[in-house]
């Protein structure tokens, strides 16, 4: 009974990630690419699902490149009409992946800051106009709260 106790919990953390509690598993639609993020709830699935507690390593990459891809397109677009839609879907992004952060001990800190940075970005070093900070913060808070 006492080796078998050992296979067992073994077997349980190979088959699992763990036993009990949260999955580490990224869901599927996460890793196909930057559409979920430009368009949240792609699949089911919402943003913030994206980034499960003990994340695998390759899982976080993925999924970074493609949000990354995605912040960096919708700061374009948010630069070209400040204020517009690309400002909200932009700050929606940042919230949801902050909220999926919250409670993953860290692992997802350079994502955060990669994309914050990303979502900032001005080419020439200026500060962004209001109208882009003031959407994307209405974005922002309905990521937090939705995303």
Not at 47 to 64: D, F, H, M, R, T
Not at 74 to 83: I, K, T
């Amino acid at each position: 009974m006492r080796r078998a106790l050992p296979l067992a919990l073994l077997a349980c953390l190979a088959v699992t990630g763990g036993c009990g509690g949260q999955s580490s598993s990224t869901p599927v639609a996460c890793l196909e690419g930057p559409a979920l993020y430009l368009h949240d709830g792609r699949g089911g699935v919402s943003i913030s699902e994206c980034l499960p507690p003990e994340q695998k390593a390759g899982e976080l990459a993925q999924v970074g490149l493609a949000m990354l891809r995605a912040t960096t397109r919708l700061n374009a677009e948010a630069r070209a009409e400040p204020g517009g839609a690309a400002n909200l879907q932009l700050g929606y992004l940042l919230g949801a992946a902050e909220r999926g952060a919250e409670e993953t001990e860290g692992i997802h800190d350079e994502l955060i800051r990669r994309l914050t940075a990303a979502a900032r970005y001005s080419p020439d070093g200026r500060p962004l106009p209001a109208t882009f900070y003031r959407a994307y913060r209405s974005g922002y808070a309905a990521g937090q709260e939705n995303g």
